[in-house]
């Protein structure tokens, strides 16, 4: 009994000045903690953003592949015209399939290149939500380093894509 009132004492000591330490951490570091939910809104919205187009440049690339695929066939059709020609030219009946074929093919690579484009506009979106990312996920590992919490967990873009609804957790 005669060692458990120190022993009490010192536990309310120890008690009392990790109280205040967090007691002061929370009105000395107001500002910064509004701010880290500000970086954090912004990082999730980037995360899922990146996710998001992730997503559609997958699909895109999908779509693309198989227009290419078709338009080898497309060109290897093209090229048996040459096997018909003798002097430099098609006889007139074949060339008036030739020409078909060649608008065709002319036509599909013009649909191809625009949907290229789309991709790419995609790639560049892309491209800038992991830019934003990276700069949100670094000012609030920052932030929360000088907030003294180093280790404040930063959501991945696929942590923020299931906060914003955008992909489902794994069950």
């Given at each position: 009994m005669r060692y458990i009132n120190p022993l009490l004492f010192l536990l309310l000591v120890i008690v009392?000045?990790?109280l205040s330490?967090?007691?002061y951490r929370w009105l000395a570091f107001a500002p910064e903690r509004a701010r880290v939910q500000v970086l954090r809104?912004?990082?999730?919205?980037?995360?899922a953003q990146y996710v998001r187009?992730?997503?559609?440049s997958d699909s895109m690339r999908t779509v693309l592949r198989g227009e290419d695929d078709a338009l080898e066939r497309e060109e290897r059709l093209l090229r048996r015209y040459d096997d018909q020609a003798s002097g430099g030219g098609l006889p007139p009946n074949v060339y008036a399939r030739y020409r078909d074929d060649l608008t065709r093919y002319n036509r599909h690579v013009a649909e191809r290149?625009?949907?290229?484009a789309v991709w790419q506009d995609v790639q560049a979106r892309q491209n800038a939500a992991a830019a934003r990312y990276t700069v949100l996920a670094d000012s609030?590992?920052?932030?929360a380093t000088r907030?003294?919490?180093p280790y404040y967990a930063i959501p991945t873009p696929a942590e923020a894509a299931i906060e914003r609804g955008i992909i489902k957790p794994l069950p």
């Open positions: 009392g000045v990790k330490d967090s007691v809104a912004g990082l999730v919205d980037a995360g187009t992730r997503q559609e290149n625009g949907k290229l609030l590992h920052e932030l907030m003294g919490d």
